[in-house]
């Protein structure tokens, strides 16, 4: 059954990296970033654990949890971590769960049989601090996914769940927002004391709150 947003993010408990994760628990009142790759030992997947290892410090600005999974063991994961930090110049810094009996992977949906029929696709879920998954991403095994896009939605969600705004296109940390559209006028006077332009009743940005 695939996850939808609004969804609880199904709980588990799994061996990783870091010993024992139990989900909900390891989650904690932080936002969680859980990501799923094909195989331990494959060149996209070495360069996107050095990608996220690397930003490990922006997502810790922004209060969220990495933890990455594959089907393949805690010996492989250990093994492969060594070549990681020879390759990509930084060190495997947030756990890898390993889910060999695909327990977690069936769970959330993550393998796509035909696609391939025993490897992970590339998932991402974004959970919030309520437990509720608030983004869901699949890509295919020959694309490495952008790491910064996720630090961009992470910024939106944070801003959104805050204030009674919405993010345009290519929209980046600091840059005008859009007032929602069941705000009404009178309530964007009060809401938003920075001003806003009405492009059309639909469409009124504001310089992003505080
Ligand atoms: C990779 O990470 O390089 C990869 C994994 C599975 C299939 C294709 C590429």
Redesign the pocket.
Known sequence: MAIRLGDTAPDFVAPSTSGEIKFHDWLGDSWGVLFS???DF?????TELGTVARLKPEFDKRNTKVIGLSVDGLSDHNAWSKDIEETQGVALNFPLLADENRAVSTKYDMIHPNADST?TVRSVFIIGPDKKVKLTLTYP??TGRNFDELLRVIDSLQLTSEHKVATPANWKHGEDCIIVPSVSNEEADALFPKGYNEIKPYLRTTPQPA
């Not at 494959?42 to 070495?46: A, D, G, K, R």
């Open positions: 790759h094909p195989a494959t060149p996209v997947c070495t490897l095994a020959s």
